[in-house]
């Protein structure tokens, strides 16, 4: 159906109706809503404990003491007007109301489920007549009250089952008609009606029903859960540390893993919404930033395991007979039985001589004198054996059977743990094993480690919960671009992209590399940034600069004519014979990184300093595995070569005053350049006229919340303690990345929007032409909309720019807010290895840089 109705169904639980605070949240995700022309429809749960009150106070009036019980559940009411400064007499008449009907029980000393549902109502009418007033207050435009039970009719095939009755969610234009004048609704959930107007209830948690009937009913465009968790993880996060957050789920797997016992979602909740193809998201009030769960139809091309989930606290029912096979109908008069005494099963296995049966425990409450009875009545046709204190766990994923083979490492865990019962199902969504509850937690745990932690490239796998706190305190941090937003805003009031550079981060980062006292001398990586003004602020805090080509070179000495050549340093790979000529009549000083140079045209070094390179990758293990590592790398000479230069050295008196070693880029390890500095100064008695060792760049940067950044202090420690040892080196470090690349931001104008089933596209005026890591090797860049910080990131949007490349994407599955052409998009840690490599292709011009 195509869908033009900007009806947005969003569910609160019980805490977000529980405080001042929770409703000024959800008055604010309204009020976005609404900016963004969408219709809300706001289903809602009791305040928090309402409901066990209520229950309670049944008991309670059935034996006569329900008067206390009574006024707390009408205090607690009471203090949340006080809190949200609305009318004490507000409820005054809902409490009448509710203590007649106690008065009643209590009169007749019983209750009927009717009465029984009537009673438990009033909590969530309550908590809308709170919500309708409140909201009135705070949002510019009225807020209409439904009451759900005028619209939500309990289907009564069989019988009326008031207390967790199910209900039809066709579309229903009468309500759509009702409603359409009036953008934004409350209503209750858990409650209905049959067709006789009496009220029902949806069963515990059976707001997410309510909500997800309504949605139905108004052909939403989505329905939102809104709860105190981020989303569905791939195990519960309080058991599973690693559990990651998934960020898609299919209908099928979703509805799996809430009928496995995923507590996130009522199991009722889920086929309305597929049946009415309506996107289910599963959002936080505490990080509502974070984009959450997105259910929907979108299948994963592969099998794969998407959680480990657990149902604890069941009840088997194992019975045996000989020869039930020869018996035609022995399995039907078995579950008869069952259903005289109205208990639902969940999982069978049979064999032979037995059936094993767990009871359902998600959507009924079986009693203890129930099962008495039905296992006396079963005992008349087999021998009954009841367990309880069982748990069943879940493998969850479709097509799961193609992936047994992969998953057969993990069933030697049941090599310790009994298994009563396993059911794969026919629908291809699980595997299940009834174990023990008191092994429960370790069987998750075994398995989420085996087929999920050690599987991590898949891209709907999330944070886990610990990073997603991390995202949460890195996101309050403030960083250059927030505070000069103003000016990046002006800069692209003329362009439609820029790269832009902040000054004083450059001066910042080098600060901080110069508090590593160890080190002597510092050089730029040239080829990271060669902008200027970037260079000249180098060049005033009178740091050196590393260089790859003549070209660099030339660079340098234009900007700075007066330069001591001695800041400059030449470190190319497979350079042709006149190029260290050219550097070495300029005297400037250079590496070499092969023995070829100095075995096939020795005398252009003679009577020269050089620096040798070594492959820092040598030394560890077996020669010939030495020889292999040594051979993947283009870059640097062997420590085992080193030896066979010596004579050709002496022979034409070429000066090895320094050691050389760089292992590549973004190396978060604080120890990384002392292990650099032994190895070279071991190395280095090969060659007595050795003054220097330069330690290489690499010096990474934070670039994702769950990184930890270097610690200056720390790097200087672990190198003070090889100066310590070996005092007469000078240490040098020549790093790029750390100096430019938090300085600069690429900050584009989006061209166009695209939404390709859950597939969000966002589009800039540049790409790849500006920008090619992503796309060369699949760096990471945090990436914002700069023009809608404050907006909720409802979208996982793949950002991408206009060059006819499928690799032309800056960003994939990046939590992204609604997004509007125009809009400016912010590429994060774009300073180093950007501008620098961008191309004309398509013949579409790279950003131009601007400096701040
Ligand atoms: C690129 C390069 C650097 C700088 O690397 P970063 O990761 O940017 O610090 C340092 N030394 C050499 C030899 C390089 O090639």
Redesign the pocket.
């Known amino acids: 159906m195509s869908n033009n109705n900007s009806w947005q169904v969003l569910k609160f639980g019980g805490t977000s109706v529980s405080s001042r605070d929770n409703w000024n949240t959800i008055a604010a995700i309204i009020k976005r809503k609404r900016a963004k022309g969408k219709k809300v429809f706001v289903v809602h749960s009791a305040v928090s404990s309402v409901s066990n009150r209520l229950e309670a106070l049944i008991t309670l009036a059935q034996s006569g003491h329900y008067d206390e019980p009574y006024q707390e559940l009408v205090s607690l009411h009471q203090r949340l007007l006080q809190e949200m400064e609305l009318p004490a007499m507000l409820l005054d008449e809902q409490y009448a109301y509710l203590k007649r009907l106690l008065d009643g029980i209590h009169l007749l000393g019983e209750v009927s489920d009717r009465i029984r549902a009537l009673v438990m109502s009033q909590g969530e009418l309550w908590s809308t007549t709170i919500g309708q007033t409140y909201l009135n207050q705070q949002l510019e435009e009225p807020v209409n009250r439904l009451d759900a039970r005028d619209f939500l009719v309990a289907n009564e095939e069989y019988r009326v089952d008031y207390l967790c009755a199910s209900c039809d969610f066709l579309q229903d234009d009468a309500l759509i008609q009702t409603i359409n004048a009036t953008p934004v609704v409350i209503t209750q959930g858990f409650i209905a009606s049959t067709s006789e107007e009496e009220t029902v209830l949806l069963g515990r948690g059976g707001s997410d029903s309510s909500a997800a009937y309504f949605a139905g009913k108004i052909a939403a465009e989505r329905l939102e859960i809104w709860t105190d968790v981020p989303g569905i993880f791939t195990a519960n996060p309080n058991h599973v540390n690693n559990a990651r957050l998934l960020k898609q789920l299919n209908y099928d797997e979703a509805q799996e893993m809430a009928s496995a016992g995923a507590k996130i979602l009522h199991p009722r909740a889920i086929r309305p919404a597929q049946i009415s193809n309506i996107p289910l998201y599963i959002r936080s009030t505490i990080e509502p930033g974070i984009a959450g769960t997105i259910i929907n139809d979108v299948e994963n091309r592969w099998g794969m395991v998407k959680a480990i989930t657990a149902k604890e606290n069941i009840t088997l029912i194992s019975m045996e007979s000989q020869g039930m096979w020869q018996q035609p109908g022995f399995l039907a008069d078995i579950f008869s039985i069952f259903k005289q005494h109205q208990v639902s099963v969940d999982l069978v296995s049979t064999s032979e001589t037995n059936i094993t049966v767990s009871l359902d425990n998600l959507t009924q409450v079986v009693s203890e004198k129930q099962i008495k009875n039905l296992s006396l009545d079963l005992s008349r046709m087999c021998r009954v054996n009841i367990m309880k204190n069982c748990s069943a766990v879940s493998i969850v994923g479709k097509n799961v059977r193609a992936i047994l083979h992969k998953i057969a490492p993990a069933f030697s865990i049941f090599e310790t743990y009994k298994v009563y019962l396993l059911s794969q199902a026919a629908s291809d969504l699980n595997l299940t094993f009834v174990i023990d509850d008191e092994h429960c937690n370790k069987v998750i745990t075994a398995l989420h480690e085996l087929l999920i932690t050690n599987n991590p490239n898949s891209e709907i796998l999330g944070p886990t919960a610990k990073e997603l706190k991390q995202v949460e305190q890195a996101d309050t941090g403030s960083k250059w671009w927030q505070d000069n937003k103003e000016t990046i805003s002006m800069c692209l009031a003329k362009r439609d992209s820029a790269y832009i550079y902040h000054l004083d981060s450059v001066r910042q980062n080098i600060h901080n590399l110069q508090s590593i006292d160890a080190v002597e001398r510092i050089?730029f990586?040239v080829?990271?940034n060669n902008n200027p003004d970037v260079l000249q602020v180098a060049y005033d805090n009178e740091i050196g600069f590393?260089t790859?080509s003549c070209g660099e070179v030339e660079h340098i000495l234009n900007l700075f004519p007066t330069i001591d050549k001695s800041r400059i340093f030449f470190?190319p790979?497979f350079a042709a014979r006149q190029e260290y000529q050219t550097i070495l009549e300029k005297g400037i000083r250079l590496?070499l990184?092969s023995t070829y140079p100095i075995k096939e045209w020795p005398e252009i070094f003679s009577g020269k300093e050089v620096f040798l390179?070594v492959d820092p990758n040598i030394g560890k293990g077996h020669h010939e595995n030495v020889r292999t590592a040594g051979a993947t790398s283009k870059?640097g000479i062997p420590i085992y070569e080193l030896e066979e230069l010596k004579p050709i050295i002496e022979q034409y008196d070429i000066k090895v005053v320094g050691l050389?070693a760089?292992a590549?880029?973004?190396?978060l390890t604080n120890e990384h350049w002392a292990e650099h500095a032994r190895l070279l100064a071991e190395t280095a008695s090969i060659f007595p006229s050795v003054k220097y060792l330069?330690l290489?760049?690499?010096?990474?940067i934070k670039e994702r919340a769950q990184q930890t950044e270097l610690t200056m202090s720390q790097i200087d420690n672990t190198l003070q303690q090889v100066k310590a040892e070996y005092p007469h080196y000078e240490l040098w470090i020549?790093?790029?990345?750390?100096?430019?690349?938090n300085t600069g931001v690429l900050v584009s104008r989006v061209t166009q929007v695209k939404q390709k089933q859950n597939y969000y596209y966002v589009g800039l005026s540049t790409g790849m032409n500006s920008l090619m890591r992503p796309a060369l090797y699949g760096s990471y860049h945090n990436i914002v909309n700069l023009s809608r910080l404050d907006e909720s990131k409802e979208h996982l949007a793949t950002i991408v720019g206009p060059i006819c490349e499928s690799t032309d994407k800056l960003g994939v599955e990046i939590p992204f807010p609604e997004t509007k052409e125009g809009d400016l998009v912010l590429i994060e840690n774009a300073g180093?290895?950007g501008r620098v490599m961008a191309t004309q292709y398509n013949m579409r011009s790279p950003a131009e840089e601007v400096c701040i």
């Open positions: 050089f990586a080829k990271s590393e790859v470190t790979n590496t990184d390179r870059f050389h760089h590549g880029s973004g190396i330069n290489g760049g690499g010096f990474g020549e790093p790029g990345r750390y100096i430019s690349a180093a290895y």
